[in-house]
């Protein structure tokens, strides 16, 4: 069965910086285009970035461009979001999503539990 690993979220301050990684399994990673979308305390998911399968094309949400940086190594089955100069409105729930195919444009099949981060001073 498909299974999402994340980690990497924690408590940062203020305009650091901070990696999340997600490990996937039980699927063809290559074959799928993946996401991160982010929970804060109090309200739904929000869609914060996408990769294509092959790591040709990245999206974001227009909040976030330039700060965050999606990538993805698919000889180790993980997808990296690389997170700049954090903001409190970055405290959240983060997780990753596996595509039913090889565009964001497709469906999210599952998300997993997610990593939680904290930006505090």
């Known amino acids: 069965q498909v299974q999402l690993v994340e980690s990497g979220g924690g408590l940062a301050q203020p305009g650091g910086s901070l990696r999340l990684s997600c490990v996937a399994s039980?699927?063809?990673?290559?074959?799928?285009?993946m996401s991160w979308a982010r929970q804060a305390p109090g309200k739904g998911l929000e869609w914060v970035s996408g990769i294509k399968s092959d790591g040709s094309a990245t999206y974001y949400l227009d909040s976030v461009k330039g700060r965050l940086t999606i990538s993805r190594d698919n000889a180790k089955n993980t997808v990296y979001l690389q997170m700049n100069n954090l903001e409190p409105e970055d405290t959240a729930l983060y997780c990753c999503g596996n595509h039913d195919y090889d565009t964001v444009d497709d469906p999210v099949d599952e998300w997993g539990q997610g990593t939680l981060l904290t930006v505090s001073s």
């Open positions: 039980g699927f063809t990673f290559s074959d799928k285009a």
